[in-house]
């Protein structure tokens, strides 16, 4: 059974301080999605990695994809009060060359909050 | 342009009562999918379809029922015997299995029992 943890679930930090959200899964998956949602608002797609050691960056945000680790970071540098919302990775569950069901086992997300 | 539509976005059940949330795309994927949050929480499935006319139960389906007769909609049904239906409903959608997009979702509809 895929398992999907993220880790801090909660995280406080000050505008202009570099910090990494981990996103740790149990069982092989050649894709990974991060999304940010806003508080009371749907889901907005970041990043789609696809393949061991993608990178992928946008803005402040660097995603990596590690799966021979079953590891993806999201990395934020120099963190402005914008970027507060909740994070959360998604993995799919189905595996290239097999039968799919495209379905997305989620982590509980992460929860920034950047001080001014 | 192209995304999904849900509604309502706030919506009461009295005690017994079923409720439907529509939700529409024209974005032409596939596959949709019903979520639901909790406040705090991830996101668990409670049903999605890849195709018309067939749908899939998720993890937490009881108490919940869905119809797939249209590729552009997939409205859900929380019936009676959803004894905890308070939460944050998200839909969404995809392309087939193995496409490199992500799902796309709608605004949400946030459920509450009177």
């Known amino acids: 059974e895929l398992k999907v943890e993220q880790n801090p679930l909660f995280l406080s930090m000050q505008e202009g301080k570099n910090y990494t959200i981990y996103c740790n899964y149990s069982?092989?998956?050649?894709?990974l999605y991060w999304y940010r949602q806003d508080p009371g608002k749907s889901l907005e797609s970041l990043f789609v990695?696809?393949?061991n050691g993608a990178v992928k960056q946008e803005g402040r945000l660097m995603a990596s994809l590690d799966t021979k680790a079953r590891l993806s970071t999201l990395h934020i540098t120099a963190a402005v009060h914008d970027l507060s919302a909740t994070y959360f990775c998604?993995?799919?569950?189905?595996?290239?060359?097999?039968?799919?069901?495209?379905?997305?086992?989620w982590g509980a997300g992460t929860k920034l909050i950047i001080k001014p | 342009d192209g995304g999904i539509t849900q509604s309502p976005k706030y919506l009461f059940r009295k005690e017994g009562q079923n409720v439907t949330l529509s939700c529409e795309q024209n974005?032409?994927?596939?596959?949709m999918y019903w979520y639901r949050q909790d406040p705090g929480q991830g996101l668990r499935l409670i049903y999605y379809?890849?195709?018309?006319?067939?749908?899939q139960k998720g993890d937490i389906a009881e108490g919940y029922s869905v119809s797939r007769e249209k590729k552009e909609s997939f409205p859900l049904t929380v019936t009676s015997a959803q004894k905890n239906p308070t939460a944050f409903y998200l839909c969404?959608?995809?392309?087939?299995?193995?496409?490199?997009?992500?799902?796309?979702f709608g605004d949400g509809t946030r459920l509450s029992i009177l």
């Open positions: 969404a959608s995809g392309a087939r299995a193995y496409s490199n997009q992500p799902q796309h």
């Open positions: 974005l032409n994927h596939d596959a």
């Open positions: 379809s890849q195709i018309v006319n067939d749908f």
């Open positions: 069982t092989t998956s050649d894709r």
């Open positions: 990695l696809l393949s």
């Open positions: 998604a993995v799919d569950h189905g595996l290239r060359g097999l039968d799919s069901n495209y379905q997305l086992i």
